[in-house]
């Protein structure tokens, strides 16, 4: 088993930054993708951003990129998500998960183990 721990969270105002950690513990070396997701009031989950741990590569949803960043720290078993000009529609639940799977999914099926979650509101 995997577990995953969040962190990070907060309230910033429109155009600042937080960077979100998503620490995992147990069969670390088991997986390989850890992805992040969102989930807003009233809508669905959806996918962020995505890192291969292995090797580095990584997948972006098109309404982040340029503003997130996504990085790991293997010594550490963290996965980071750096967010700079947060907009007040980035204001979600953001959840960690991670996959033994190789590939960089932005569906939630694609993903075996999850955190509980850490919440981002963004002010206008």
């Known amino acids: 088993q995997v577990q995953l721990v969040e962190s990070g969270g907060g309230l910033v105002q429109a155009g600042g930054s937080l960077r979100l950690s998503c620490a995992a513990s147990g069969r670390t070396y088991s997986i390989d993708v850890v992805g992040w997701f969102r989930q807003a009031p009233g809508k669905e989950r959806e996918f962020v951003a995505a890192i291969r741990r292995s090797v580095g590569s990584t997948n972006y949803a098109d309404s982040v990129k340029g503003r997130f960043t996504i990085s790991r720290d293997n010594a550490k078993n963290t996965v980071y998500l750096q967010m700079n000009s947060l907009l007040p529609e980035d204001t979600a639940v953001y959840y960690c998960?991670?996959?033994?799977?190789?590939?960089?999914?932005?569906?939630?099926?694609?993903?075996?183990?999850w955190g509980q979650g850490t919440q981002v509101t963004v002010s206008s």
């Open positions: 998960a991670a996959t033994g799977g190789s590939r960089l999914g932005n569906t939630e099926a694609q993903y075996e183990y």
